[in-house]
């Protein structure tokens, strides 16, 4: 019998029969091993097919996303409120590629979760100043480190009850900062709901001069659900407001539940809301938990502002070595303080979703 060297030398007209087992493995191996594309679903709701891939250096998956970060980022807006920023642009990315979903399957028939995502990117542009009005200058933020009690309060009310608070000798120095954390998330509730109402005014604007019969209903249902959030931001304020009243006249009852203001106005509302009393000592629960998260990504940005300062000095002194660690530093914080940005604004969206659905329930 010849070698098996000559026998195979004409392998490619042999039937895999006449092949030995050893030798047919070899020859199928690197069939094997090639990749083959994973198996498509054919939905539509494929990644590849529907949703935007996040560009290498680029920080949102939708280029116009980008293009505010950008337009942001040359408005040399502070670190806290750029990561704040990159927060909300995060959520809103999610809803709009979650409702391009939706509209996929003809479950926006009406438009009316488009209208919400049209107000609510309008909202972040008023509320960074992003929407070239010039008076829009007044920025949001979860982070209370950046006004000082030399800013003012902006309603004399308010500078009449800190001033009353402050002299009363009925706090201590913690609890006039934690009061002061009060007013100020006072102070910016009116400056959300101001943001609201000039949002809501050019929807109305637009109302009056649409054209398209199909537009109509899409701006109508826009303008009513914003009339009734107004009305409920409106009704915060004003529990807002009697609460700062009630501390300052009384001070701080030492049973008090909470002391983070927007974990405050949650258990108020929760409280007034459908809740039964197993769900309502879940929801304590939980806002203990947000309460913590909360603490926490207040203390990541006050390190944030602590490097930016540092580098800013480094880099005036122009030691390379110094300044290439303290930028090292100061970036590994400020993707910390986004990381953390975006969920505390995810949590309180959740939250806030339930206890508005337990109240409109009891209605």
């Not at 909360?294 to 502002?305: A, F, P, R, T, V």
Request: proline share 4%; charged share 35%; net charge neutral.
């Amino acid at each position: 019998m010849a070698p098996w060297g000559l026998r195979c030398s004409g392998l490619r007209g042999l039937r895999p029969s006449l092949l030995p087992p050893p030798l047919l493995l070899l020859l199928l191996l690197p069939l094997l091993l090639v990749p083959r594309p994973a198996a498509s679903h054919g939905g539509k709701y494929s990644r590849e097919k529907n949703e935007p891939q996040r560009e290498p250096g680029e920080e949102f998956r939708m280029e116009k996303m980008n293009q505010l970060w950008e337009k942001a980022r040359r408005l040399q807006l502070s670190p806290v409120k750029l990561a704040e920023l990159h927060a909300d642009l995060k959520i809103q990315e999610r809803d709009e590629l979650n409702w391009k979903k939706l509209k996929v399957e003809g479950l926006d028939e009406d438009g009316e979760k488009e209208a919400k995502l049209i107000h609510n990117l309008n909202v972040i542009l008023a509320r960074y100043g992003l929407d070239g009005r010039k008076d829009a200058q007044m920025v949001h933020s979860n982070s209370i480190s950046d006004a000082t009690q030399e800013d003012g309060l902006g309603d004399p009310r308010l500078e009449k009850l800190w001033h009353k608070a402050k002299t009363s000798g009925k706090f201590s120095s913690e609890e006039l900062d934690k009061l002061w954390r009060e007013f100020l998330h006072h102070k910016e509730k009116v400056h959300e709901y101001n943001v609201l109402l000039e949002t809501l005014s050019r929807a109305e604007e637009s109302h009056e001069n649409v054209i398209s019969p199909s537009d109509l209903g899409h701006v109508k249902k826009e303008v009513y659900s914003k009339h009734s959030e107004l009305k409920d931001k409106l009704r915060s304020i004003n529990q807002g407001l009697d609460r700062l009243r009630r501390v300052s006249h009384q001070g701080y009852s030492p049973t008090a539940e909470f002391e983070e203001p927007r974990v405050i106005d949650l258990w108020d509302l929760a409280q007034s809301a459908n809740f039964t009393e197993k769900e309502l000592e879940s929801f304590r629960e939980e806002l203990k938990h947000f309460e913590a998260k909360i603490e926490k990504h207040n203390h990541y940005q006050k390190q944030l502002e602590i490097s930016h300062e540092k580098l800013r000095h480094v880099e005036g002194i122009g030691d390379q070595e110094h300044i290439s660690r303290n930028k090292e530093k100061y970036t590994l914080l400020e993707e910390k303080t986004k990381e953390l940005g975006y969920k505390v604004k995810k949590h309180l969206q959740d939250l806030s979703s339930r206890v508005s659905r337990a109240r409109h329930n009891e209605l």
